[in-house]
């Protein structure tokens, strides 16, 4: 008995060390927390973020004080020589080259200034709060496309394995077909062209599972692309399609869509960035006061003996304002403001084309749902006829009453009805994605499946 169990743990052991570890299976939901974590297109938008956050310090930091140390050494390999007057020494009319300075020269100092009145420190400040609020929206502008993208590929995916599932099942009927009439044209009971006819059927079917099978997989490393996941890896997605008896909702207050959508808040702040450039530019008028303060101290030595703390280092140091008032520039700062004010009109068209362009968008995938709804319920309907036909068919030539090019053509035609069905529901899925898409509410969609 003890052999008998140490056999079975062996066993097994054997077993689970020899069966290949299978991928997680992911629903909907848990791809597209998957691809928000992984997706590089996010990570991107994030760092692009973080950026942003950065330049606002930056700009905090302008009005801040500013200290610097500065130092320097000088080795006057040839000391500059000047010309004197010879009235100083009495000799006039002449001049006496005289060598001033000395060979080797130290200073050093530090220095502090700070911002009094500068307009153009509050205007930077806000383009910067500005810069970083788009850059927050284009996070939520990646993270919605990501989200697309993994749904439309998810759907896509199981919409193919399911269809492969089917496929296999209509190849397993034909097989089992064409070996009974195999078998039957051994027995002299059906002729050589029955048999050739329904392989025909067969190798049709076969082939078409081919397909579906290389266009699941090419399906599934789309989605792992978008999902950020190496295509290497395995993975299994949940088997239950999502609901097809989506029902059509009439369309609500555009206006409110239109303010949902993240690319129209792009626009906007796009607006407000060119308006503060605006700002920014006619600051420049105006003029500036600053604070400073500094003090240094320097050694000029015959000889290198810096170190030598019997010498004399002499000190000086100065406070005061600096008052900047520009006059002229040359109508450079003119232009300046003429350039922004352009920017201004040409962003503010381009937020009336978004909203124009939204509205057709709402219009047109409004349409395609419709459409949508309505075909999926004929293919449905088509579906179950063509499955009907197709069982009573097989079960009339497997009884001898039916022929076998009723056989072959309902088969074919259940393999067409089932490509259109599965096509028409892909439609249906892809337009639910648009719609909810144009009207900005993707995400809430999302989040709220089951």
Do not use: H
């Not at 030595?301 to 019997?310: L, M, Q, V, Y």
């Not at 140091?317 to 003429?338: C, D, N, T």
Request: proline letters at 2%; charged letters at 20%.
């Amino acid at each position: 008995m003890k052999n008998m169990k140490t056999i079975k743990s062996i066993t097994f052991l054997f077993l689970a060390l020899c069966i290949p570890l299978s991928g997680q299976t992911y629903s909907l939901k848990q791809c597209i927390e998957y691809a928000r974590k992984n997706n590089s297109n996010i990570k991107t938008a994030s760092l692009d973020s973080d950026i942003s956050g950065k330049m606002v310090n930056e700009q905090i930091g302008n009005g801040l004080p500013q200290i610097d140390i500065t130092g320097s050494f000088d080795d006057n390999l040839k000391i500059i020589t000047q010309i004197l007057p010879g009235e100083l020494i009495g000799k006039p009319g002449t001049f006496i080259p005289v060598t001033i300075g000395t060979p080797y020269n130290v200073s050093a100092g530090i220095s502090l200034t700070q911002k009094i009145f500068d307009p153009s420190f509050w205007v930077g400040l806000k383009a910067a709060k500005i810069s970083k609020n788009m850059s927050e929206q284009n996070i939520q502008k990646t993270d919605e496309q990501v989200i697309y993208d993994v749904s439309a590929a998810y759907y896509k995916s199981i919409i193919i394995e399911k269809q492969f599932e089917n496929l296999k099942i209509i190849l397993a009927s034909s097989q089992r077909t064409l070996k009974s009439t195999e078998l039957k044209y051994q027995n002299g009971l059906v002729k050589k062209n029955v048999v050739d006819k329904i392989k025909v059927s067969y190798n049709a079917s076969n082939s078409q599972l081919v397909q579906t099978e290389l266009s699941y997989k090419q399906a599934l490393n789309n989605l792992k692309f978008y999902m950020g996941m190496s295509v290497e890896s395995n993975i299994t997605l949940q088997k239950d399609l999502p609901d097809s008896t989506i029902s059509f909702v009439e369309p609500g207050d555009n206006r409110n869509f239109i303010e949902n959508r993240v690319d129209y808040q792009m626009q906007k702040t796009n607006v407000e960035l060119y308006e503060t450039d605006k700002q920014n530019n006619i600051s420049a008028y105006l003029p500036t006061l600053s604070f400073y303060a500094n003090y240094n101290f320097q050694a000029m030595r015959t000889e290198f003996d810096f170190f030598k703390s019997d010498k004399d280092w002499y000190n000086s140091s100065a406070i005061g304002l600096e008052l900047k008032i520009p006059v002229f520039s040359g109508f450079k700062r003119f232009s300046k403001v003429e350039q922004s004010q352009l920017n201004i009109e040409k962003a503010t068209e381009n937020l009336k084309l978004t909203e124009q362009s939204i509205k057709v968008e709402l219009s047109n995938y409004y349409i395609q749902f419709r459409n949508a709804i309505d075909n999926i319920q004929t293919e449905k309907e088509n579906l179950s006829l063509a499955e009907s036909v197709y069982q009573n068919t097989q079960l009339e030539f497997t009884q001898g009453t039916g022929s076998s090019l009723d056989l072959i053509q309902t088969e074919s035609s259940l393999r067409e009805t089932q490509n259109n069905y599965y096509n028409k529901l892909l439609t249906l899925y892809i337009a639910k994605l648009d719609l909810e898409k144009s009207q900005g509410t993707l995400t809430n969609f999302i989040n709220n499946l089951k």
